[in-house]
Nanobody, 118 residues
Framework: QVQLVESGGGLVQPGGSLRLSCAAS????????MGWHRQAPGKQRELVAA???????NYADSVKGRFTISRDNVKNTVYLQMNDLKPEDTAVYYC????????????WGQGTQVTVSS
């Protein structure tokens, strides 16, 4: 069992930056693939960025060059550095942990609100 707690959301002006954190409790953090997803009002949840247990990353086209995902396996934490934020980045951001061990185990955090507005 893994519990995920996001933090770092808030209100920021266009062009500003935020860093989201997702702290994981439970064992085996380094074996999980981690991801950040977001959901804006009236829209489906979408993948923003992901990092595998082998530190391979991928990003949604809309955030490439602006967002960076990273992980610290000592602190059991995954980060999302968000720069040059735009109003369309406004959403609830969710952390996800997933691994396969005979079956897929998937865990979600409760989400943190990011609002980009002047």
């Amino acid at each position: 069992q893994v519990q995920l707690v996001e933090s770092g959301g808030g209100l920021v002006q266009p062009g500003g930056s935020l860093r989201l954190s997702c702290a994981a409790s439970g064992s085996g953090f380094s074996t999980y693939d981690m991801g950040w997803h977001r959901q804006a009002p009236g829209k489906q949840r979408e993948l923003v960025a992901a990092i595998t247990s082998a530190d391979r990353t991928n990003y949604a086209d809309s955030v490439k060059g602006r967002f960076t995902i990273s992980r610290d396996n000592v602190k059991n934490t995954v980060y999302l550095q968000m720069n040059d934020l735009k109003p369309e980045d406004t959403a609830v951001y969710y952390c996800k942990a997933e691994r396969w061990m005979l079956r897929t185990y998937t865990y979600w955090g409760q989400g943190t609100q990011v609002t980009v507005s002047s």
